[in-house]
C-alpha cells in the first residue's frame, strides 16, 4: 500500500469547532479596548489521570493545522448573527499572527509541565482554546494509554483495531496517536493513507460463518482455503469461530505449515496460546505466528508476556485511552501585557508568566526533574547535569515553522525517551508522577 | 442564533472510515462466489457497560447519511493498491442498495436488543461495518451516559460544555447526543448549527484575568462592566476568579439585582451554592440564577438535587460517556442465505438470524419485557398488553425512508420513553438491565 496523501479529506475551516464563550468574550475585548491585549494562555495538565506516571504529548502537528485552518468562510459569518457586526468584521479577516512554542509531540510530560504556550493578543489567541484543547486532549490521551501497552508488550508488535469503539474521525486520529506511541500498524485505512501507517487485517468471523454449506452447516475449511488463496499463505487465519482445535487443525490442513498466522479473539487467551503452540509446533508449524486480541489493555497484555503471543491486536482500550479518554488539559492565560495571572480559587492553582522548561539527566542518561523557568530568562544552571530543552518554536508570526518532526522521527524520539525513565516509571500501578516539575525564577 | 445548514462540511466519502479486513473479504468474496449471498448483519450489546440498567440508541440517523456517502472516489481506489482490478472496480461503481431496519434514535435497548439490522449482499453489508460501529458506539455512549444526568438534574436544565475534552468533531456530535438525551444547550457552535441545537456561553476565566490594572492588579468589576455592556444584564457572570463572596458582590453592584445568573466552577458547589444563593437573595437578586460546573456528572448533580443550583453545566463526563466511552455495539453476521448463524466460542454467545422486537408494557404505562422473534415471523402475541414495535424501517434499496423522526422528534421520544422504565431503572447505581431480553421463535 502506497501512503499518499490523496485520501485527505478537503480542507475545511476549523473556526466552529469552538464553544461560544471565545466569541462573546472577543466581542466585549473588541468593544472595551482589552482586544489588543498582549497575552499568553498556556496548555498544561494539573495531575496525570489514573494515578500514571506519565503523559505523552501528542496532537502538537494536528494542532498547527487546525491554527492554520482558522478562518471564517462567508457563511459561517452570516450565520454568527449574534455577534455585532465589529466582531464579524474582525472575524472575517481573522488569520492567527502570533507565536507558539511548546513540547515536541513524543515527549514526556508531568503535572504543570507547560506543553503549549500561545502568545498573542488576547483577540486573536482566545478563540483557539476549544480546537486546541480538543486535539491535544484526545490524541494525548491514546497516546498516553497506548505507551504504556507498548512498554507491556515488551517488544512484541501490537496492531491498533480500534476505530469501530470510537467516533469515526476519531478513529483516525487515534491510529495516528496508537503509532506515535510505538504501536506497528492500523486496521484503519482512512489513518493509513493520511499518515502513512502500516495498514494491517485480513478477516472476521463474518468470513467464516458466511461459508455454509447449502444445508446450512459450517464450512471453515471453505473460508480458510479462499482466504488463502486470495491473500497467500502468509495470511492470518481467524481460528476461533467454532472450536479452536479444529480450527487450528483445519487452518494448517489448508494453507501448510508456512501459514503466517493465527489469530485468536476470546477465551483465556494465555491458556490457548500455550495450546495453540504447542498444536503448532506437533503440526510442524513453527513459524506459524500467534495473534491475540479481544479486549487487550496494557494489564492483560502483561499479563501475556510469559505466554507465547507473537502479536497483540488491541481496540476498545487504546481508543479509550484505557480508562482515562481525556488527557484533562487546559488552556489557562497566564500573562497580560507583561504581567503574570492566575486563578486563585482553591483547588486549581496555576503558575502565572509564560513558561519554558528543561528537564535534567544523570550521565547514566536517566531523567531527574523537569525545571520550569520564565520564558524570557536565562536557562537556569544545572551544573554538569545533560539539560534537555523541552520548549522548542512551533509556530512564528503565525507560521509553522520549518523541520517540525515528522510523525516517524516523533515516534522515534519517544521511544528514546522512555529509556530515560526511572525505572519505576514504566509501572502499570499507579502511583506519583515519576518526575517533578520545579518551579523557577517566578515571583513567590 | 440561527439554525442552518450553511455549515456543514462539504461532503465527503466516507468509505475509507473502514477496516482494511473489510476490503480483504470483499475480495476473497467475489473471487470464491460468495459476495453475493444474501445475509443480514445485526448491531447489538452484549451488555451495557459499568452494569447500568438501560442503554440509549443515538448515532441512527448519522448512520443512514454515512452509507448514503459511503463511495469511494478514484483517488481513493488507486491508493488500495493491495486490492486486485475486479474488487477495485467493484468499489468504483459501490453503492448500498439492501435495507435497514432498526430502532428509533432515543429508543431504550438492553442486552441483545436488535439494535440495527442489515440486509443485502455479502459485499455490500461487510464493508460497512465499522463506520456503522463507529457512529453508534460513539453516539449511544454519550446519549446514555446523559440520559442519566438529565434524570439526576430532574428537570433542571444541562448545558453540554465538554468540547474540549474531547477529539474536535466527536464533540460535534456528542453535542447531538446529549442534546437527543434531554441537554438543553451546547457551548459548541459548529453543532448548534450543524444541528440547530442551542448554544450557550458568556465568559471564562480569562476574561476577568484579561482584566487587570497598569500595575497588574486584579479589575474584576472591568471585566464584569464591560460583559454586561455588551451581553446586557441577563447575562451569567463567572464569580469564583478570585473570592466568590467579593465576586458575587461585585456582580450585583455591576449588573444590579436583574443579573440573569452567576456561574460558580471550583470549590463545593453545594455549599457554595448555598452560600450565593442567601447572599444574592440579602442583595435583592431574587431572579439571578445559580449555573455550576466543575467536573460534574449524573453522581454529583444527584448530590446537588437538593441545592439552590438553577442550571447545571457539564463537560468531560457527557463527551467521555461518564465512564463507559463506547457503547460496545457490535456488528455481526447472523444470516446467511436464509440460514441463522452465530459464532460458538465461549463466552460470545449469539443469536442468529434476521430479527424484530416489541416491548410490552403494563396498563401503567410500566415496560414489562422486550421480546426478540424472527423478522419473517407475526408479531407475538401478547394478549391484552400494550406492545410497541421497537423495529421500523429506516432504509429500502439504499434510500432513507421518508418521514424518520427529526432530532427533536427523537429528543422527545426518549424523554416519552424513559417514563415507561420500573422506577428502579433510573437509579444510578449498579445492577442488571431494568428490561429483559426475551427470544421467541427462534430454533433452540
Not at 498516553?144 to 496492531?159: E, F, K, L, Q, Y
Not at 505449515?257 to 483465556?268: A, E, H, M, P, Y
Request: net charge negative; aromatic share 6%; hydrophobic share 40%.
Amino acid at each position: 500500500m502506497k501512503s499518499t496523501a490523496s485520501s485527505i479529506p478537503p480542507e475545511r475551516s476549523t473556526a466552529l469547532l469552538t464553544d461560544k464563550y471565545e466569541l462573546t468574550m472577543l466581542q466585549a475585548a473588541l468593544a472595551d479596548g482589552t482586544a489588543d491585549r498582549q497575552v499568553t494562555f498556556e496548555v498544561f495538565s494539573r495531575r496525570l489521570p489514573n494515578e500514571r506516571r506519565y503523559g505523552v504529548v501528542a496532537g502538537t502537528a494536528r494542532v498547527l493545522h487546525a491554527v492554520k485552518d482558522f478562518t471564517f468562510t462567508a457563511e459561517q459569518l452570516a450565520d454568527l448573527d449574534f455577534l455585532d457586526q465589529r466582531t464579524r468584521d474582525f472575524l472575517a479577516s481573522y488569520r492567527f499572527t502570533g507565536q507558539i512554542d511548546g513540547y515536541r509531540e513524543g515527549e514526556l510530560y508531568f503535572p504543570h509541565s507547560p506543553l503549549l504556550t500561545v502568545r498573542g493578543t488576547f483577540a486573536e489567541c482566545v478563540v483557539l482554546e476549544t480546537v486546541i484543547l480538543s486535539i491535544m486532549n484526545a490524541d494525548s490521551a491514546v497516546a498516553s494509554a497506548a505507551a504504556r501497552m507498548v512498554t507491556a508488550a515488551d517488544g512484541r508488535p501490537i496492531i491498533e483495531m480500534g476505530s469501530r469503539r470510537t467516533h469515526e474521525y476519531a478513529a483516525v486520529t487515534a491510529s495516528r496517536a496508537a503509532y506515535l506511541a510505538g504501536f506497528s500498524a492500523t486496521s484503519n485505512l482512512e489513518a493509513a493513507f493520511r499518515y502513512g501507517i502500516p495498514a494491517s487485517g485480513t478477516s472476521a468471523h463474518a468470513w467464516t460463518l458466511l461459508h455454509i454449506n447449502e444445508d446450512g452447516t459450517p464450512n471453515e475449511a471453505a473460508a480458510f482455503r479462499s482466504q488463502v488463496d486470495q491473500l497467500g499463505a502468509e495470511t492470518t487465519l481467524l481460528v476461533d469461530t467454532y472450536d479452536i482445535a479444529r480450527g487450528v487443525e483445519t487452518a494448517i490442513e489448508v494453507a501448510g505449515t508456512d501459514l503466517g498466522g493465527v489469530r485468536i479473539d476470546s477465551g483465556d487467551l494465555g491458556v490457548l496460546a500455550r495450546q495453540v503452540r504447542k498444536q503448532l509446533d506437533d503440526l510442524g508449524a513453527h513459524n506459524t505466528k500467534i495473534v491475540v486480541s479481544s479486549d487487550l489493555d496494557e494489564f492483560t497484555i502483561a499479563g501475556l508476556r510469559g505466554e507465547p503471543v507473537d502479536v497483540f491486536g488491541v481496540g476498545t482500550s487504546v481508543v479509550t485511552g484505557s480508562g482515562a479518554p481525556t488527557a484533562g488539559l487546559v488552556y489557562k492565560l497566564v500573562e497580560v501585557d507583561g504581567h503574570p495571572v492566575a486563578k486563585r480559587s482553591r483547588n486549581k492553582a496555576s503558575h502565572g508568566g509564560t513558561k519554558k522548561a528543561v528537564r535534567t539527566h544523570r550521565s547514566t542518561g536517566t531523567a531527574i526533574e523537569e525545571i520550569v523557568y520564565p520564558y524570557h530568562s536565562e536557562r537556569p544552571d544545572t551544573g554538569k547535569l545533560a539539560t534537555l530543552d523541552l520548549t522548542i518554536p512551533l509556530m512564528r508570526d503565525g507560521q509553522a515553522v520549518d523541520g517540525l518532526p515528522t510523525l516517524e522521527q516523533s515516534r522515534s524520539y519517544l521511544a528514546d525517551q522512555l529509556v530515560t525513565l526511572p525505572w519505576e516509571g514504566l509501572a502499570l500501578s499507579r502511583d506519583e508522577p515519576v518526575l517533578h516539575t520545579r518551579f523557577t525564577g517566578f515571583p513567590a
